[in-house]
Protein backbone atom coordinates (compact mmCIF):
# COMPACT_ATOMS: atom_id res chain seq x y z
CA UNK A 1 0.00 0.00 0.00
CA UNK A 2 1.37 3.80 -0.88
CA UNK A 3 2.60 5.27 2.17
CA UNK A 4 3.49 8.81 3.07
CA UNK A 5 6.41 9.82 1.27
CA UNK A 6 8.55 12.94 2.20
CA UNK A 7 11.80 14.34 0.52
CA UNK A 8 14.50 14.81 0.97
CA UNK A 9 15.16 11.99 3.98
CA UNK A 10 18.64 14.25 5.27
CA UNK A 11 19.40 17.68 4.49
CA UNK A 12 22.49 19.64 5.81
CA UNK A 13 22.16 23.46 5.92
CA UNK A 14 24.05 26.57 7.64
CA UNK A 15 22.54 28.45 9.75
CA UNK A 16 20.39 31.56 7.92
CA UNK A 17 19.67 29.68 4.78
CA UNK A 18 16.53 28.61 3.57
CA UNK A 19 15.23 24.55 3.42
CA UNK A 20 12.22 23.42 1.64
CA UNK A 21 10.59 20.07 2.66
CA UNK A 22 7.96 18.14 0.27
CA UNK A 23 5.51 15.37 1.71
CA UNK A 24 3.45 13.35 -0.51
CA UNK A 25 0.11 12.16 1.11
CA UNK A 26 -1.43 8.41 0.80
CA UNK A 27 -3.88 8.40 -2.19
CA UNK A 28 -7.24 10.22 -1.66
CA UNK A 29 -6.20 11.56 1.67
CA UNK A 30 -7.35 15.45 1.99
CA UNK A 31 -5.26 16.39 5.11
CA UNK A 32 -1.86 17.06 5.82
CA UNK A 33 0.35 17.40 9.46
CA UNK A 34 3.76 18.82 10.15
CA UNK A 35 5.66 17.46 13.29
CA UNK A 36 9.22 18.60 14.43
CA UNK A 37 10.91 15.50 16.89
CA UNK A 38 13.65 16.90 18.64
CA UNK A 39 16.58 14.50 19.40
CA UNK A 40 15.05 12.39 22.52
CA UNK A 41 11.60 14.44 22.07
CA UNK A 42 8.08 13.81 20.97
CA UNK A 43 6.87 14.70 17.99
CA UNK A 44 5.30 18.75 18.33
CA UNK A 45 2.66 20.01 16.12
CA UNK A 46 3.58 22.69 13.36
CA UNK A 47 1.00 22.62 11.44
CA UNK A 48 -1.57 21.36 9.51
CA UNK A 49 -4.23 21.74 6.13
CA UNK A 50 -7.39 20.20 4.98
CA UNK A 51 -8.37 20.48 1.52
CA UNK A 52 -5.46 23.04 0.63
CA UNK A 53 -6.82 25.13 3.57
CA UNK A 54 -5.03 26.00 7.25
CA UNK A 55 -6.96 23.89 9.61
CA UNK A 56 -4.92 23.93 12.74
CA UNK A 57 -1.55 25.99 13.89
CA UNK A 58 0.45 24.75 16.51
CA UNK A 59 4.40 25.57 17.12
CA UNK A 60 5.60 26.81 14.42
CA UNK A 61 7.67 29.21 14.55
CA UNK A 62 7.25 32.76 12.33
CA UNK A 63 10.06 31.74 10.60
CA UNK A 64 8.38 29.19 8.82
CA UNK A 65 5.72 28.74 6.15
CA UNK A 66 3.82 26.08 4.59
CA UNK A 67 1.17 24.96 2.62
CA UNK A 68 -0.92 22.27 0.30
CA UNK A 69 -0.89 22.06 -3.11
CA UNK A 70 -4.34 21.11 -5.85
CA UNK A 71 -2.65 17.89 -5.41
CA UNK A 72 -2.28 17.88 -1.96
CA UNK A 73 1.22 17.71 -1.70
CA UNK A 74 2.75 20.16 1.32
CA UNK A 75 5.77 21.86 1.18
CA UNK A 76 7.55 23.54 4.55
CA UNK A 77 9.41 26.54 3.77
CA UNK A 78 12.43 27.47 6.57
CA UNK A 79 14.17 30.25 6.40
CA UNK A 80 16.92 31.84 8.56
CA UNK A 81 17.84 28.55 9.70
CA UNK A 82 18.89 28.39 13.44
CA UNK A 83 21.23 25.95 14.74
CA UNK A 84 17.82 24.59 17.40
CA UNK A 85 15.73 23.73 14.09
CA UNK A 86 18.19 20.44 14.20
CA UNK A 87 15.23 17.38 14.30
CA UNK A 88 13.62 14.97 12.54
CA UNK A 89 10.64 16.68 10.44
CA UNK A 90 7.55 14.73 9.98
CA UNK A 91 4.74 14.56 7.84
CA UNK A 92 1.30 12.63 8.49
CA UNK A 93 -1.72 12.46 6.24
CA UNK A 94 -5.22 11.20 6.91
CA UNK A 95 -8.80 11.81 5.76
CA UNK A 96 -10.62 14.00 6.71
CA UNK A 97 -10.70 16.56 9.15
CA UNK A 98 -12.70 17.29 12.34
CA UNK A 99 -12.99 13.96 13.02
CA UNK A 100 -10.52 13.30 15.05
CA UNK A 101 -10.53 9.55 15.57
CA UNK A 102 -9.18 8.79 12.07
CA UNK A 103 -5.47 8.05 12.36
CA UNK A 104 -2.42 9.91 11.04
CA UNK A 105 -0.32 7.99 8.90
CA UNK A 106 3.28 9.26 8.86
CA UNK A 107 6.46 9.32 6.64
CA UNK A 108 9.57 8.39 7.69
CA UNK A 109 10.95 11.98 8.21
CA UNK A 110 13.13 14.34 6.86
CA UNK A 111 16.48 14.82 9.06
CA UNK A 112 17.50 18.42 9.22
CA UNK A 113 20.97 19.32 10.46
CA UNK A 114 22.37 22.61 11.12
CA UNK A 115 25.70 23.31 11.13
CA UNK B 1 -7.28 20.80 26.03
CA UNK B 2 -5.87 17.05 25.76
CA UNK B 3 -2.79 15.64 26.82
CA UNK B 4 -1.38 11.94 27.97
CA UNK B 5 1.60 11.53 29.97
CA UNK B 6 3.47 8.04 29.83
CA UNK B 7 5.07 6.94 32.90
CA UNK B 8 8.22 5.46 32.44
CA UNK B 9 10.83 6.67 29.94
CA UNK B 10 12.49 3.17 29.45
CA UNK B 11 11.67 0.02 30.05
CA UNK B 12 13.26 -3.38 30.13
CA UNK B 13 11.36 -6.83 29.90
CA UNK B 14 12.96 -10.11 29.17
CA UNK B 15 12.06 -11.89 25.74
CA UNK B 16 9.05 -13.70 26.35
CA UNK B 17 7.95 -11.98 29.08
CA UNK B 18 4.89 -9.56 29.06
CA UNK B 19 5.26 -5.93 28.15
CA UNK B 20 3.06 -3.37 30.06
CA UNK B 21 3.93 0.59 28.77
CA UNK B 22 1.24 2.67 30.43
CA UNK B 23 -0.45 5.67 29.33
CA UNK B 24 -2.65 8.18 30.86
CA UNK B 25 -4.63 10.98 29.04
CA UNK B 26 -6.43 13.89 30.08
CA UNK B 27 -9.37 15.26 27.73
CA UNK B 28 -12.43 17.51 28.01
CA UNK B 29 -14.15 15.60 26.11
CA UNK B 30 -14.51 11.71 25.14
CA UNK B 31 -11.18 10.73 23.86
CA UNK B 32 -9.99 9.33 20.78
CA UNK B 33 -6.35 7.43 21.85
CA UNK B 34 -3.23 5.84 19.64
CA UNK B 35 -0.19 3.79 19.98
CA UNK B 36 2.30 4.42 17.73
CA UNK B 37 5.60 2.38 17.54
CA UNK B 38 9.02 4.27 16.22
CA UNK B 39 12.05 2.19 14.80
CA UNK B 40 15.45 4.26 14.98
CA UNK B 41 15.58 6.46 12.08
CA UNK B 42 11.80 5.80 11.18
CA UNK B 43 8.57 7.05 10.82
CA UNK B 44 5.64 6.17 13.33
CA UNK B 45 3.80 3.33 12.56
CA UNK B 46 0.54 2.81 13.99
CA UNK B 47 0.16 -0.11 16.31
CA UNK B 48 -3.54 0.39 17.30
CA UNK B 49 -6.31 3.20 17.85
CA UNK B 50 -9.32 4.08 20.60
CA UNK B 51 -12.74 5.41 18.99
CA UNK B 52 -15.09 4.47 21.44
CA UNK B 53 -15.80 1.63 19.99
CA UNK B 54 -15.12 -1.53 22.18
CA UNK B 55 -12.74 -0.42 25.20
CA UNK B 56 -10.28 -3.47 24.52
CA UNK B 57 -8.42 -2.83 21.39
CA UNK B 58 -6.12 -5.27 19.38
CA UNK B 59 -3.53 -3.88 17.44
CA UNK B 60 -0.96 -5.04 14.61
CA UNK B 61 2.36 -7.59 16.30
CA UNK B 62 0.22 -8.92 19.10
CA UNK B 63 -0.41 -5.56 21.04
CA UNK B 64 -3.23 -5.09 22.56
CA UNK B 65 -4.64 -1.99 24.74
CA UNK B 66 -7.62 -1.70 27.23
CA UNK B 67 -9.48 1.88 27.18
CA UNK B 68 -10.61 2.06 30.65
CA UNK B 69 -12.30 5.66 31.52
CA UNK B 70 -12.97 5.57 35.48
CA UNK B 71 -8.52 5.10 35.24
CA UNK B 72 -7.77 7.33 32.42
CA UNK B 73 -5.48 5.01 31.32
CA UNK B 74 -4.69 3.54 27.75
CA UNK B 75 -2.19 0.90 28.80
CA UNK B 76 -0.32 -0.74 25.98
CA UNK B 77 0.25 -4.45 26.44
CA UNK B 78 1.04 -7.60 24.92
CA UNK B 79 1.67 -10.84 26.46
CA UNK B 80 5.32 -12.20 25.18
CA UNK B 81 7.97 -9.41 23.97
CA UNK B 82 10.22 -10.20 20.90
CA UNK B 83 13.13 -9.30 20.41
CA UNK B 84 12.05 -7.14 17.52
CA UNK B 85 9.50 -4.77 19.52
CA UNK B 86 12.55 -3.40 20.54
CA UNK B 87 11.36 0.25 19.94
CA UNK B 88 10.31 3.69 20.56
CA UNK B 89 6.67 3.60 21.45
CA UNK B 90 3.89 6.95 21.73
CA UNK B 91 0.98 7.27 23.06
CA UNK B 92 -0.81 9.87 21.28
CA UNK B 93 -4.44 12.05 21.88
CA UNK B 94 -6.38 13.22 19.20
CA UNK B 95 -7.56 17.22 19.84
CA UNK B 96 -10.75 18.22 19.34
CA UNK B 97 -11.73 20.06 17.44
CA UNK B 98 -9.12 19.42 14.48
CA UNK B 99 -6.98 16.60 14.88
CA UNK B 100 -3.40 17.07 15.54
CA UNK B 101 -2.33 15.02 17.68
CA UNK B 102 -0.32 15.12 21.00
CA UNK B 103 2.41 12.96 22.29
CA UNK B 104 3.77 11.89 25.33
CA UNK B 105 7.42 11.90 25.44
CA UNK B 106 7.47 8.08 24.53
CA UNK B 107 9.05 4.65 26.34
CA UNK B 108 11.76 3.19 25.40
CA UNK B 109 11.19 -0.76 24.88
CA UNK B 110 14.20 -2.64 25.79
CA UNK B 111 14.48 -6.48 24.90
CA UNK B 112 16.46 -8.54 27.12
CA UNK B 113 17.58 -12.12 25.49
Known amino acids: AAGVIQSPRHLIKEKRETATLKCYPIPRHDTVYWYQQGPGQDPQFLISFYEKMQSDKGSIPDRFSAQQFSDYHSELNMSSLELGDSALYFC?????WGRGQQPQHFGDGTRLSIL | AQSVTQLGSHVSVSEGALVLLRCNYS??????LFWYVQYPNQGLQLLLK??????LVKGINGFEAEFKKSETSFHLTKPSAHMSDAAEYFC???????????FGTGTSLTVIP
Open chain 1, 92 to 96: ASSLG
Open chain 2, 50 to 55: YTSAAT
Open chain 2, 92 to 102: AVSAFPGNQFY
Open chain 2, 27 to 32: SSVPPY
